[in-house]
T-cell receptor, first 112, second 115 residues
Framework: EAGVVQSPRYKIIEKKQPVAFWCNPI?????LYWYRQNLGQGPELLIR????????DSQLPKDRFSAERLKGVDSTLKIQPAELGDSAVYLC??????????FGPGTRLTVT | AQSVAQPEDQVNVAEGNPLTVKCTYS??????LFWYVQYPNRGLQFLLK??????LVKGSYGFEAEFNKSQTSFHLKKPSALVSDSALYFC?????????????FGTGTLLAVQP
């Protein structure tokens, strides 16, 4: 069974530029999460989807971050415009039922 | 407030020796506790979880964790460490309230196993 797939794995952009990350969860997993992991820290939740509905986006900085999960499968996370402080690893995870979350390899974003 | 603490930034152990990575938590209600491992440039991998039942939980790669309610701890253990166990370990607690259902992670503990 394929795991959670994320792309790109690495991205370097200049500040004020837009950037987008893509996630394909494990087949059949209805719940999808986006986390941000800063260097030396544990992941912090940005947004959670149940199917195509964003049910918890309270920690998503909505002035510059947006996300979508059309058709309740793949998801994209966008930052526009990016700031230096957005440099981090962006992790996608998925889950079905009350089981544990499965994480993708992450996208390492560097904003210069 | 819900929180997880990993008091050690790094744990050093010799190969073949037992290892312990500490975790304490603060959560209202019954805790759902997890351990994940992160290898360099890779995502988090699930090791084990405690939901209910036996306080000693066995997981992947020979790891186990002991839930101690009175001490609000969930320490990760392994009887005999391997060099390949060297990685970053995260403890997490599930927080569910209203529309929120998420994992709260500790800051991580780097395990270094010396040959």
């Amino acid at each position: 069974e394929a795991g959670v797939v994320q792309s790109p794995r690495y991205k370097i952009i200049e500040k004020k530029q837009p950037v987008a990350f893509w996630c394909n969860p494990i087949s059949g997993h209805n719940t999808l999460y986006w986390y941000r992991q800063n260097l030396g820290q544990g992941p912090e939740l940005l947004i959670r989807y149940e199917n195509e509905e964003a049910v918890d986006d309270s920690q998503l900085p909505k002035d510059r971050f947006s996300a979508e999960r059309l058709k309740g499968v793949d998801s994209t996370l966008k930052i526009q415009p990016a700031e230096l402080g957005d440099s981090a690893v962006y992790l996608c995870a998925s889950r079905t039922g009350e089981n544990e979350q499965y994480f993708g390899p992450g996208t390492r974003l560097t904003v210069t | 407030a819900q929180s997880v603490a990993q008091p050690e930034d790094q744990v050093n152990v010799a190969e073949g020796n037992p290892l312990t990575v500490k975790c304490t938590y603060s959560v209202s209600g019954n805790p759902y506790l997890f351990w994940y491992v992160q290898y360099p440039n890779r995502g988090l991998q699930f090791l084990l979880k405690y939901i209910t039942g036996d306080n000693l939980v066995k997981g992947s790669y020979g790891f186990e964790a002991e839930f101690n309610k009175s001490q609000t701890s969930f320490h990760l253990k392994k009887p005999s460490a391997l060099v390949s166990d060297s990685a970053l370990y995260f403890c997490a607690v599930r927080f569910a309230e209203g529309a929120t259902n998420k994992l709260i992670f500790g800051t991580g503990t780097l395990l270094a196993v010396q040959p």
